[in-house]
């Protein structure tokens, strides 16, 4: 899934900082997210799918990501 983010992103010129700064979360904390270091609540990954959509006319939903919550 972080590929698939990562290119949405790069389709727009942004990258993965830029998705952390408009969430209001560090770099580190979706890094650490994406890479299944950390579980995220739901709430983080709400607000990750209504930014990367935002940001780049994707339309990833809560489902996609699944395996990344508590």
């Given amino acids: 899934m972080k590929d698939e983010i990562k290119k949405a992103l790069k389709t727009k010129r942004y ?8 969430m209001g979360y560090t770099k580190a904390h979706l890094y650490n997210v994406l890479n299944k270091k ?3 609540p739901k709430q ?4 990750l799918c209504a ?3 935002e940001m780049t006319g994707s339309t990833f939903t809560t489902e996609d990501f699944k395996e990344y919550t508590q």
Avoid at 44 to 47: A, D, N
């Fill in 44 to 47: 983080f990954i709400f607000t």
């Fill in 38 to 40: 950390h579980k995220a």
């Fill in 51 to 53: 930014c990367i959509n």
């Fill in 15 to 22: 990258k993965l900082y830029h998705l952390a700064d408009q």
